[in-house]
Structure formats: C-alpha cells, structure tokens
C-alpha cells in the first residue's frame, strides 16, 4: 500500500446548512441511461425514488453517444463473443465475472429499453441494424436515428419516467455530499438546488439507499467530447465519504474527434467510430493510410490503438491532425446514416461527402470510478454506483466501443434488484459539517479551472512520463493546498474542486502505473509489463490522506451491507 499524497482539505464541499429536506425509499443522482434505468427498475419494486440531475434532466452524457449499444442480438453472434471482444480491449484488466454479467444480460436489457419505447434503426427485414466499431468481430452495435443513438436512448426513458408518479424528478440539483448515519451508512445527500420555492439553496435528499449515476469527468482535460456537466462529482463525493474508487488512470480518448482548431476548448464534436464501421479510413497528411501495418483491425483496432497511432503518426509529422476520408461511403449513407456527424461537418465548412475530415484524439471516457461489485454496491453500505461514475470491472483498461450504454442498462437493473431485497429503515443521520465561506473549507475558486485542464492536457493527457506526472500531481497539490486558490460555495466552484480531487487521483495512479497498458500510455514504460496485472484501488483515509492498494482484476469490493 502507498499512503504517501496528501489531499488535504476537510471531508466534505463545506456547504451552508441544508435548509430543507426531501424523503424517498431511494435517491438517485444523475439522468443519463443508468439513472433513468435505475429509476425505472427501482419503481418496478414499487420504491419512491428522488430522482435528481445536475442540470436538465437530457443533459448528460447520454444523449450525446452516437455509435449505439453492442450486445449479442444477431443469430451469428453470441456472449460469448461479446465477452473475448470486451476481454481483449480491456487488456488483461476486465473482472471476468463482471464481463459475464454484461454480456449474457445485455440483449434482455436491450429488449426492455425497446419495451419502453426506444427506437432502433431497421434493415430491409425488420430486424434491428447492426453495425461494427473498433475492437468487435461482428456486427453488434444497434443504433438509432442513424448516429442519435443517445438521444433516442434518452428521449425514451426520460418519457417513461415522467409518465411514473412514483419518481419525483429535481432538477438543477447539483450534489454535494454524501450523508452517513452514525454506522457510516448512506443516509442521502446535500443538493443545491438552483430552483424556486421550498426546493431552493442547500438541501437534504434522505434516503437509507443512494444511487450515484453521475457519469463522467471528462472537463478534467481542456478537450473532451463529455459535455460541461461531466465534473466528475459522483468520484469525488465518493471519495470524500471514504468510498473506494478504482482505475482511474484509464481514461479513454476517442481517436476521431472533430478537429476544429488550435484553441478549441471544452465539449467537442464526435466522429463515431462507426463511420470507420461503414468503410471511412485514416489517412496522414501524405495520403497514407496508416493503420494497415499496425494492427490486423486496421482502422477498426481497438480504440486505444487507434488513438495511439494517430498521436504518434502527429508526433512524427508535426500536423496537428490526421484525417478521416469517408467520401466512398456516398451521400446517401452520410445523410442517412449519420446526419448529426454531418451537420456539425457542414456547420464548419467540411463536406464529408466531397472532403477529407480533420481528426484528432480527445478526452471520452472514464473507464474506472467508484469501485462497485456485481449488483453495484460500492464500499459504503447503502451507497451504490451505476454507469460512467462506476468502476464494475467490465472495461479493465480500456472500454470496448459502445459497451457504456449497455453497461448503464444492465447494471441498473442489477442495482435495483439489490435494493428491493434489501430494505433499509431511515436511519439517523449525521450531515456533513458546516463551515460555509470558510477560505479553509478546501473549495477551489473556479478561476483554477482552466490551469488544472492545460496542467491534465500536457502532463496527464494521452502521452504520459515519470516527469510530466510529477509536475501534474505537484502542481494540483500545490493548488488544493494553497489559501490563494481559496474559492466560495457556488456551483462552479464546487465543480472545480470536485475535478482537482478527480485529477489528483488520476495523476497519482498514472504515475505509479509505471508501464503501458489499454489507455494508459507511459512514454518511459512503453511495454506491458505482466507484474502489473493489477487495479489500483484507492480511498481518503479520514485526514485527506490518500491510500492506494493493488487488487488483482477479479477482486470485488465488499461493503457491509
Ligand atoms: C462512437 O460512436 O464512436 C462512440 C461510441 C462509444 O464511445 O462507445
């Protein structure tokens, strides 16, 4: 165990006093595929769910995945399949009983997300389209409204949700805190709510049973496909309760994200892999095409592959982007098929149909998070983890293309059953403690933000050293330690701490990870090293000491439930 970084700051975001409280059987927190799901399932059991989300309740993530949800629905397909596919992009790091789960469930999940109205794309027979992505042998990606699969993903459930009385939706309810009983159990959380009348300002959300599906972090980097809410909140609670997250230095970045210039910042344009899926290839400046010697995929190699080729094929010829030709695939396929990767083309002068698209790797996906076990308990009794927030060991070192949806969905319905047949009282509770505007309280002025995203782009990014990681880790502690950085309990600066404890946690496994791995890439350990077969798994000790273990991939986290 290495117990050496110190956080600092005390255990909680240091918000006023609730000035009000809601009750339910369960609180979930977040809107996207895996708190709808959630939501849903939970009511099945007849439970009151709270359910509440950052923003509007379509603003995560979800609605923004284009490529679709894999799972083994055609007749020359099978979980088994599924499962070599998802082992072999999770590089020797997947927990296998983990994968089972996702695999075998899968198709019933996707057959109950279509029960509840989603609409996938058809072929001439009827049956549901499928298309291939990087890393899968077949075709098994169902998609909808061509490249609109999350929208369509989220139009449904955010229909069926709000057809239910027995889920209570708030919105603009950013979360702040876990709340513990006495025992340490999950007893709700503090919100803030930016809403009117008795829902407004800071509250408490109780509940014996709390479900985070807070997805993502990807504005720790100054490019990412993840939208603004995704500041990792959910990790950074987590943590802050003492629960233990897991594999966070695998931070997948998309290979064929929408090159819009020098400057761009935050939330970019994906191009979905399953344009590569429909023939489109990748070229370097020179015309070349440059996959066919790397990898017997070619331009359909798993996505860490693809992303670290492109960066090294950048590197080598100093461009700062390589290109996407998908003039073959005529425009026909381009305005059926992917009519939101087109208009944002169009939108910047680019003609898929007639030109070359500029392409560049960018933040996407967190593949590790809070540390769950197969019906998503994390190591806090009562706290639960879904989705992108959720580390369930189903993408190892790096997540198989579009098994997120479907990760959402099935463990969902696996985090459901488990609280239904584990009923809670209310407990006694004990909030979080009170210092607002306390320049001590550790909350980080939002005015860091930006220099916390340059420091991850450079020194944390796709390239990583024993150097670069050093700068990164000293350079965030210095900031988290320093009454200077000192912010106020507002929103953007809850945010902003939230992603310096997402970034400091990621850059210490990053640096102690010394070889490369999936989607971790060391410059100075550029093999595989099969000593490292390992997950690092790491919790705040009660003074803001961070303790990281190794854990083989086929531990699971035990909570005493
Ligand atoms: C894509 O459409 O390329 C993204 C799908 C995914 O991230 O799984």
Redo the contacts with the bound molecule.
């Keep these: 165990m290495s117990g050496d970084g110190f956080v600092g700051g005390p255990r909680s975001l240091s918000a006023p006093a609730p000035g009000w409280t809601a009750t339910a059987d369960v609180v979930v927190v977040g809107s996207g595929v895996a708190g709808l799901t959630t939501a849903l399932r939970l009511r099945a059991h007849g439970l009151r769910v709270l359910l509440v989300t950052k923003a509007t309740v379509d603003e995560g993530s979800t609605r923004w995945?284009?490529?679709?949800i894999?799972a083994a629905l055609a007749e020359d397909d099978s979980p088994d399949e599924h499962m070599a596919d998802t082992l072999e992009a999770g590089g020797g790091l997947c927990n296998e009983q983990a994968v089972r789960v996702l695999v075998t469930e899968g198709p019933d999940a996707v057959r109950e997300l279509i029960a509840w109205g989603a609409q996938f794309d058809t072929d001439a027979t009827g049956s549901i389209a499928l298309t291939r992505?990087?890393g899968h042998h077949r075709n098994r990606?169902a998609h909808a409204g061509g490249?609109a699969?999350g929208a369509e993903v989220s139009r449904a459930l955010v229909e069926a949700v709000a057809a239910d009385p027995g889920i209570e939706l708030v919105e603009r309810a950013l979360v702040l805190d876990l709340i513990q009983d006495s025992r340490g159990h999950a007893a709700g959380v503090t919100l803030h709510v930016i809403g009117s009348g008795t829902r407004d300002g800071v509250g408490a959300a109780l509940a014996p049973n709390v479900v985070l599906a807070t997805g993502g972090f990807g504005q720790v980097f100054g490019q990412t496909?993840n939208p603004y809410v995704a500041t990792g909140d959910g990790v950074a609670l987590a943590l802050r309760a003492g629960a233990a997250v897991a594999d966070l230095e695998f931070v997948?970045f998309?290979p064929?994200v929408l090159w819009v210039g020098p400057l761009a910042q935050g939330q970019q344009p994906?191009?979905?892999?399953?344009?590569r899926g429909e023939g489109a290839v990748l070229l370097d400046d020179a015309g070349n095409r440059f996959m066919l010697d790397v990898h017997p995929m070619a331009d359909l190699a798993p996505?860490d592959v693809v992303a670290k080729t492109i960066m090294r094929r950048m590197r080598e010829t100093g461009a700062a982007h390589v290109w996407l030709d998908g003039r073959d695939l005529g425009a026909d396929t381009w305005v059926h098929r992917f009519p939101t990767i087109l208009a944002e083309c169009r939108l910047r002068g680019i003609d898929p149909v007639s030109d070359l698209i500029p392409v560049a790797p960018a933040q996407?996906?967190a593949s590790g998070g809070v540390i769950t076990d197969l019906d998503g308990h994390s190591t806090i009794p009562g706290l639960y983890a879904c989705g992108e927030v959720a580390c369930s060991g189903v993408h190892g070192a790096n997540?198989?293309?579009?098994?997120?949806?479907l990760e959402g969905l099935v463990f969902a319905r696996r985090i459901a059953e488990a609280i239904a047949h584990d009923p809670r009282p209310i407990s006694d509770s004990a909030a979080p403690a009170i210092s607002a505007n306390d320049r001590d309280s550790g909350v980080i002025a939002n005015s860091m933000r930006r220099r916390l995203q340059q420091v991850m782009d450079t020194d944390a990014g796709v390239l990583r050293s024993r150097d670069s990681l050093t700068t990164a880790t000293e350079s965030i502690a210095v900031t988290m330690a320093d009454p200077a950085s000192g912010g106020r309990p507002c929103t953007e600066d809850w945010e902003t701490t939230n992603l310096h404890w997402v970034a400091y946690v990621l850059a210490t496994h990053a640096a102690e990870r010394e070889e490369t791995r999936g989607s971790h890439w060391r410059e100075d350990f550029p093999e595989s090293d099969p000593n490292w077969r390992f997950r690092l798994v790491s919790t705040l000790d009660p003074s803001g000491r961070l303790l990281t273990e190794r854990r083989p991939p086929q531990w699971l986290p035990r909570s005493e439930q």
């Design positions: 995945a284009q490529g679709g894999a992505e990087g990606i490249d699969t496909t997948q998309h064929t994906l191009v979905s892999e399953a344009v996505r996407h996906y997540r198989l293309a579009s098994n997120s949806l």
